[in-house]
T-cell receptor
Framework: NAGVTQTPKFQVLKTGQSMTLQCAQDMNHNSMYWYRQDPGMGLRLIYYSASEGTTDKGEVPNGYNVSRLNKREFSLRLESAAPSQTSVYFC????????????FGEGSRLTVL | AQKITQTQPGMFVQEKEAVTLDCTYDTSDQSYGLFWYKQPSSGEMIFLIY??????QNATEGRYSLNFQKARKSANLVISASQLGDSAMYFC??????????????FGKGTHLIIQP
């Protein structure tokens, strides 16, 4: 069972470059999320999508854009990467919008030089 | 807005001892859920246990139990008979809809647990 799949697992960018993190889930979940994890900060919500066709900002959305391509896929785009965006990014999905367990991908480690 | 506080950045515990990881929360929601996740050094997030705010019994899952004290707004994780494989980061998180707040879970900053032989 694949669950939540993120690509790439690792990426190094130069300041100002752009990139897209891809996420796909095969559990038929309505809700999908992007979090970032920084040392000592826990996980912070960047954007989420409660259903296909909708996206909303989370706690730390600046510098990011998202696309809910279909029910399975939710991508995160960095248009002009900055060193402050060096982090581990997690995609997650949930069957229930607010009360359900999150199922996480393995994470994507991004370094911006 | 919801807030999770984990006051123990790091803990050292002897193998086979019981461990309590502290978690307090703040919310204006009447209905919410409390979760604990484990993150080993390999980096994946592993769901451990869930407690609903209206559940009368404390949740248990094998060696894990959640000590839920609603009046104190605390949701401590108890690991019985700790094992070396329990060494990891542990995150407390909560869900709930604040009528305008973001969906998903709000996470604490985590506790780094190290089990010593």
């Amino acid at each position: 069972n694949a669950g939540v799949t993120q690509t790439p697992k690792f990426q190094v960018l130069k300041t100002g470059q752009s990139m897209t993190l891809q996420c796909a889930q095969d559990m038929n979940h309505n809700s999908m999320y992007w979090y970032r994890q920084d040392p000592g900060m826990g996980l912070r919500l960047i954007y989420y999508s409660a259903s296909e066709g909708t996206t909303d900002k989370g706690e730390v959305p600046n510098g990011y854009n998202v696309s809910r391509l279909n029910k399975r896929e939710f991508s995160l785009r960095l248009e002009s990467a900055a060193p402050s965006q060096t982090s581990v990014y997690f995609c997650a999905s949930s069957a229930s919008r607010n009360t359900g367990e999150l199922f996480f991908g393995e994470g994507s480690r991004l370094t911006v030089l | 807005a919801q807030k999770i506080t984990q006051t123990q950045p790091g803990m050292f515990v002897q193998e086979k001892e019981a461990v309590t990881l502290d978690c307090t929360y703040d919310t204006s929601d009447q209905s919410y859920g409390l979760f604990w996740y484990k993150q080993p050094s390999s980096g994946e997030m592993i769901f451990l246990i869930y407690q609903g705010s209206y559940d009368e019994q404390n949740a248990t899952e094998g060696r894990y139990s959640l000590n839920f004290q609603k009046a104190r707004k605390s949701a401590n994780l108890v690991i019985s008979a700790s094992q070396l494989g329990d060494s990891a980061m542990y995150f407390c998180a909560m869900s709930g809809y604040s009528g305008g707040g973001a969906d998903g879970l709000t996470f604490g900053k985590g506790t780094h647990l190290i089990i010593q032989p």
